[in-house]
């Protein structure tokens, strides 16, 4: 293997149909993802994270620009490609008449591992996903959460040099979350590579290395998550349930953002103890945390990432 893990150059898809305008996917994506990283890639729906992975993963031909992965070029090379990657899709379901250790250890049989390491990583990728009581269940008979977590332990337990997961953690209790997040930096430290979209912010934050935001098929920012919250203007986050009224009190101390009757003023520690005051003798009550990764995109895209 040579070069990045990934690096695309320009990369355009545009969907046509006969009879109907054409859509723009992707507007010239270029974008990087370095050996041992994870990266996340965060939009709206329709933004074209989707489309860029399915590119990236072979199973899409790009319109125009380049992506390589580990140096061999995806639309040219693709059987060159696919043994360096594992990929959990969006839609994707393990085999209904499968188990889930069933679903694990053919698919690392057809990769080509031996029989004695599929069955020991098939085991180790059920434990770290919270399986084990139900592996041998037919995947038709558990729940959305279970066969997201058996699509997340297939891929996983490929411990390929590079992994596309769309939406990973889409349906799992919060629990089986954290077991993905584990799980997967035990595997950047054993050398792979991890490439997701998730909408879930704290998901990204908590996860990724370093982050893109698409917005309309364009990479808008990227950068680390702490990057992107500190470019807010303030560290932390006062909340007020009732204070749109008052906001020309607070316009001083930061960029204020009104939802209905609540009012959100993003503010250094250094002015907290002073707009803490205003509000006092305005009678009202303010709470204060964190700025979060979800300022932090709502200021850069202009809408919520759960926004149609």
Sequence with gaps: ???EALRSVQLRKVYRTKGAPEVTALSGVTMEVRRGERVALLGRNGAGKTT????????????SGTIEVFGYDVDRDADRVRPYIAVVPQEGKPFFHLTPREQ????LRARGLGRESARDRTEEALRSMGLESFANRLAITLSGGQ?????????????????????????????????????????????????????YLDEADALSDRLYIVERGHVI?????????????????????????????????????????????????????????????????????PVTLEEAFLRVVGRSIDEE
């Design 1 to 3: 293997m040579s070069g």
């Design 52 to 63: 860029f992975l399915k590119i990236a993963s072979t199973l899409l031909r790009p319109t």
């Design 104 to 107: 694990v250890y053919t698919y």
């Design 147 to 199: 066969r997201q977590r058996t699509m997340v332990a297939t891929v996983i337990a490929t411990q390929a040099p590079l992994l596309f997961l769309d939406e990973p953690t889409i349906g799992m209790d919060p629990f089986a979350r954290r077991e993905v997040w584990s799980s997967l930096r035990r595997l950047t430290e054993l050398g792979s590579t991890i490439l997701l979209t998730t909408h």
């Design 221 to 289: 920012v990227s950068g680390t998550a702490d990057e992107l919250k500190r470019s807010v203007g303030g560290s932390l986050k006062v909340s007020i349930p009732n204070g749109a009224g008052a906001v020309d009190r607070f316009r001083s101390f930061g960029e204020c953002v009104t939802d209905g009757s609540a009012l959100s003023i993003i503010v250094h520690p250094e002015r907290l103890g002073e707009l803490m005051d205003v509000a006092v003798r305005a009678q009202l009550t303010a709470t204060v945390g």
